[in-house]
């Protein structure tokens, strides 16, 4: 284990359906972020969060909403997706890198 | 804008052979550059990285080359394995702030026996 822990592993959920991602990380980093990871394309930054604080949005649709309640963790709530959001949803926190989770393979039916 | 490109997209090599990913970037003012390999339904994993203060990194069979003046770095894989065979990514790390990385968009490496 690496020390960030991202559940489920795999969701498969309705464009209809409400669910969360979850992160977690014990290495005592202050920046966390999520990534999503879609087939032939570079990993796309989603949201950072810095001290708690979301600080960049790249302009993610409203339908995935991010929390972070403390900087051990970080949600991601998801709500009517669509099918092209199916992807892995990648969560890392900052060290000198990152260091990423195992991600969430995410199906959207 | 922020911006990484890499190249090849596909890499198919012999083993033994020797293997090179290149990457450019966009923001002058990027001061860290690593590298991940992710094998299939696993994670990006840190395998090497370079500052901006030093032009070569070493280790083992993995070595980086950076190159400030025309804003691009590589990655040389030596003798090359089978178990070598992943996705490599680049990697910038933008100067605006919380160290955010850009990433490129990947580098499928095959090495057949």
């Known amino acids: 284990e690496t020390g960030v822990t991202q559940t489920p592993r795999h969701l498969v959920m309705g464009m209809t359906n409400k669910k969360s991602l979850k992160c977690e990380q014990h290495?005592?980093?202050?920046?966390m972020y999520w990534y999503k990871q879609s087939a032939k394309k570079p990993l796309e930054l989603m949201f950072v969060?810095?001290?708690?604080?979301?600080?960049e949005n790249n302009s993610v649709p409203s339908r995935f909403s991010p929390e972070c309640p403390n900087s051990s963790h970080l949600f991601l709530h998801l709500h009517t997706l669509q099918p092209e959001d199916s992807a892995l949803y990648l969560c890392?926190?900052?060290?000198?890198?990152?260091?990423f989770g195992s991600g969430t393979r995410l199906t959207v039916v | 804008g922020e911006n990484v490109e890499q190249h090849p997209s596909t890499l198919s090599v012999q083993e033994g052979d020797s293997a090179v990913i290149k990457c450019t970037y966009s923001?002058?003012?990027?001061?860290?550059f690593p590298w991940y390999k992710q094998e299939l339904g696993k994670r990006p994993q840190l395998i090497i990285d370079i500052r901006s203060n030093v032009g070569e990194k070493k280790d083992q069979r993995i070595a980086v080359t950076l190159n400030k003046t025309a804003k691009h770095f590589s990655l040389h894989i030596t003798e090359t394995q089978p178990e070598d065979s992943a996705v490599y990514f680049c990697a910038a790390r933008w100067s605006g702030g919380y160290n955010k990385l850009i990433f490129g968009a990947g580098t499928r490496l095959a090495v057949h026996p």
């Open positions: 890392a926190s900052r060290g000198d890198g990152y260091t």
């Open positions: 923001d002058s003012a990027s001061n860290y």
């Open positions: 290495l005592g980093h202050n920046a």
């Open positions: 969060y810095s001290l708690e604080e979301r600080v």
